[in-house]
């Protein structure tokens, strides 16, 4: 179900875990990039989009704090 709502989503979105890896995508994201799921998950999202040498510093940050669970970032 969550899934299907990111995927209403006209905004890219897309989840990683606590290496940046990702874990999921929405399509305004896959969009974004011409990728596939399949294709960028389990790589780090710096280096798919937003294309980067590291993670964000917020991303960075928020791993770092107990219990925080969500973050946007804009650019």
Request: charged letters at 25%; a negative charge.
């Amino acid at each position: 179900m969550y899934v299907h709502l990111l995927n209403l989503m006209r905004d890219p979105a897309f989840l990683h875990d606590d290496e940046y890896h990702i874990i999921f995508a929405n399509r305004a994201y896959l969009a974004l990039t011409s990728s596939l799921l399949e294709e960028v998950v389990g790589k780090p999202y710096y280096t798919i989009f937003p294309k980067r040498d590291a993670p964000l510093q917020s991303c960075r940050e928020a791993i770092k704090e107990e219990g925080a669970e969500e973050h946007t970032e804009t650019s």
